[in-house]
């Protein structure tokens, strides 16, 4: 026999593929069928033979191709990537803690206690226990909001951008708002404040120039069509040399000695003086509520450490007003949030325990020492997985506190400095590592992939480890 009808018999034909409904009763799908069920494993099925059958009369294909055994191996592959999750967990060693794009904050162990808790149970949402009547969402965390900022009333919304947004629909519409021209910031995703006005249906008066206002600029522009001064805290970039702004106190008697409201918008904000913590200030919220802001408008999912929201306080009348709104039922939170906002928001009821139960203070808070130690602990055992082809180098590093805070702010920490020996290689190293179960998400700079370990937590350290014996760089 020759070697051409061997490799002819040893081939698989179309008439070698078995039928779909014999093979759902083979035992070979038995597990498949018990964790996917019949419809989605039919589906997968139909379409794997259809692929193989297309393979078949392309060209040569090994006759065991066509065997229950093979196809349902290639049927659990593609079952596996169904249901991989497209939300997956990654290491953040890209140096800045508050990556926008990864999520920002890590909530502390009581938020994710309480936000399963609200997942799997029916909650007290908008029921009052006491009365039997129908209460208010916003009394999960007003009473903590106001406790911990001096605010007369609060009200949440799902970020802070649609804080400022509610805010000045609620109080300005077709009306004007008094900004510094140097305070007209654009956040992430070109989302800037004008447009943010525009949306709310508020008209913009700028006053004062990019690095200079002064208060006669907000007093003069006061007029009758004037709803609200604005003052807007520049918190992802600074304009330095020679400069002049209007403080929250100063801003707070101009308007309201003519009757308008001032309506602070924070950005990211703070609870508690950052300074404590050896960190750059930002502002305290309780700080410019005390210096006269009558709003203020911040994030829960930044400095504060909690989930996406947005936090509105202030005067119980203005928070009413936002609370009646239309737009607040379209901006509102869920339980899940609130149930994650609340533990959070209790921590700060004892700041001296908040770096060591808040995850985004105690990443911020890391010693350079405690880095480069964990970096030197860790350096030959991932240069060993790496292999020879992989120089790893540890280095000093500054990071960033990220998600527009402190922009001209680093933090000194250690990491791995990667290059790889011979031509190429890098961009498919940093792919191969995103690609881990757990991705690794680090940067390429200076022909290297550089690992910050600021957000390398210690309890993490094996699992990170373990994962290297996957990589194929």
Request: glycine share 8%; aromatic share 4%.
């Amino acid at each position: 026999m020759s070697a051409a009808t061997d490799a002819l018999e040893a081939s698989a034909m179309p008439g070698d593929i078995p039928a779909l409904d014999r093979l759902l009763h083979d035992d070979a799908f038995a597990d498949l069928l018990r964790i996917y069920g019949r419809t989605e494993l039919t589906a997968v099925l139909r379409d794997v033979l259809d692929r193989l059958r297309a393979r078949i009369v392309a060209g040569a294909v090994p006759k065991e191709a066509a065997s229950p055994a093979s196809i349902a191996a290639t049927a659990a592959t593609a079952l596996g990537e169904r249901h991989r999750r497209g939300l997956r967990r990654v290491f953040n060693l890209s140096g800045t803690v508050l990556h926008p794009n990864l999520g920002r904050s890590l909530l502390p162990q009581a938020a994710v206690y309480a936000l399963a808790e609200a997942a799997l149970a029916p909650v007290n949402l908008e029921f009052d226990t006491a009365t039997g009547m129908r209460g208010d969402r916003d009394r999960v965390v007003e009473s903590l909001l106001c406790e911990l900022t001096g605010a007369e009333a609060a009200t949440v919304v799902n970020n802070n951008a649609a804080a400022v947004l509610l805010a000045l629909a609620a109080l300005a519409n077709r009306r004007e708002v008094i900004v510094s021209r140097g305070e007209l910031v654009e956040i992430g995703g070109s989302f800037r404040i004008p447009d943010v006005m525009r949306t709310a249906g508020a008209r913009l008066r700028e006053v004062g120039t990019t690095n200079r206002t002064h208060p006669a600029d907000y007093a003069d522009a006061i007029g009758p069509r004037t709803a609200a001064l604005m003052k807007v805290h520049t918190s992802n970039y600074l304009v330095t040399g020679f400069t002049a702004s209007v403080d929250v106190a100063a801003l707070a008697a101009i308007a309201h000695g003519r009757g308008l409201p001032l309506v602070v918008d924070l950005g990211s904000g703070s609870l508690v003086d950052l300074g404590a913590f050896g960190l750059p200030r930002e502002p305290v919220v309780r700080d410019v509520i005390a210096a006269g802001a009558d709003l203020v408008t911040f994030s829960g999912d930044k400095l504060l450490g909690g989930p996406q929201a947005g936090l509105v306080v202030g005067k119980q009348a203005l928070v009413q007003r936002i609370k009646r709104h239309p737009l607040k039922r379209a901006l509102r939170v869920g339980k899940l949030t609130l149930a994650a906002l609340e533990p959070v928001l209790a921590l700060y009821r004892a700041p001296e325990r908040l770096a060591a139960q808040l995850p985004t203070l105690r990443a911020l808070t890391r010693t350079a020492a405690a880095i480069e130690a964990q970096a030197l602990r860790l350096a030959p055992m991932l240069a060993g997985a790496l292999g020879a082809r992989c120089d790893v180098a540890i280095a000093a590093m500054e990071s960033q506190i990220g998600s527009g805070a402190l922009p001209t702010s680093t933090l000194a920490s250690h990491g791995f400095v990667i290059r790889m020996r011979g031509r190429g290689g890098l961009d498919r190293l940093d792919a191969a590592l995103r690609a881990l179960p757990r991705g690794v998400v680090g940067r390429i700079a200076g022909k290297a992939l550089r690992l910050d370990l600021r957000c390398l937590d210690e309890a993490d350290e094996a699992e990170f480890l373990a994962q290297f014996a996957q990589l194929r760089p």
